[in-house]
C-alpha cells in the first residue's frame, strides 16, 4: 500500500512506518548495516558483505519470500571470525537482515516523518480518526450498506449529521 502511494500515485504517505529495526538487547540495529545500492548487498560495521545469494544458480531465483521480504545473509566464516560477533549476532552463528522490496517507499515515509509537516498533520488526523471510531464502534458503522462512491459518501454524510450534537 505504501509502495502504491509514493510510486504510483505520487501521494506523500503522512503514515507511521512500522519498523522493527531496532533491537532490544544491546547488539547491532539493522540501522548500523550499510546498504550499498549498486550492488544490492549490506556491509556490516566490520565491513564483511551481506548478500540474498552466496552461489551462482543456474536457474535464476527472485529471493523475494511471500512477505515481499528478501534475506540478506552473511558468511559463517566471516562471522566465526569477526571481532564484534558479540554485538552482531551474539546468539546466532550468522547475521540476517531482512528488507522490503517496498524500501523505497518506506525511506520515504521515514523521511516525511522527521518534518514538522508530518507532527501538524498527525495531530489534526487525530480528530478526524477518533470520529471515525466513534462512529464504527458506538453507531455501529463496521461497514457500509451502500455501494459505490457515492453511497459511502451519503452513509458517512448521514453518520456525520446525526453525530454532530455527539
Not at 544458480?57 to 558468511?75: L, P
Not at 571470525?81 to 524500501?103: D, G, L
Amino acid at each position: 500500500m505504501l509502495a502504491w502511494m509514493v510510486e504510483e500515485k505520487d501521494i506523500e504517505p503522512h503514515v507511521p512506518v512500522w519498523d522493527k529495526t531496532e533491537r532490544k538487547n544491546d547488539s547491532f540495529s539493522s540501522n548500523d548495516f550499510h546498504w550499498n545500492e549498486e550492488a544490492e548487498e549490506y556491509r556490516c560495521p566490520a565491513g564483511n558483505v551481506l548478500r540474498s545469494e552466496w552461489r551462482a544458480f543456474k536457474n535464476e531465483r527472485s529471493h523475494v519470500t511471500k512477505a515481499n521480504t528478501i534475506v540478506f545473509r552473511s558468511r559463517q566464516t566471516d562471522c566465526a571470525t569477526c571481532q564484534m560477533k558479540a554485538k552482531c549476532c551474539p546468539n546466532t552463528s550468522i547475521r540476517k537482515i531482512v528488507r522490503s522490496v517496498h524500501e523505497a517507499a518506506r525511506d520515504v515515509a521515514r523521511r516525511i516523518a522527521a518534518t514538522l509537516e508530518y507532527v501538524r498533520s498527525r495531530h489534526e488526523r487525530k480528530k478526524v480518526e477518533m470520529l471515525f471510531a466513534h462512529l464504527k464502534r458506538i453507531l455501529k458503522l463496521d461497514r457500509l450498506r451502500l455501494r459505490g462512491m457515492s453511497g459511502a459518501t451519503d452513509e458517512f454524510t448521514l453518520a456525520a449529521a446525526v453525530c454532530m450534537p455527539c
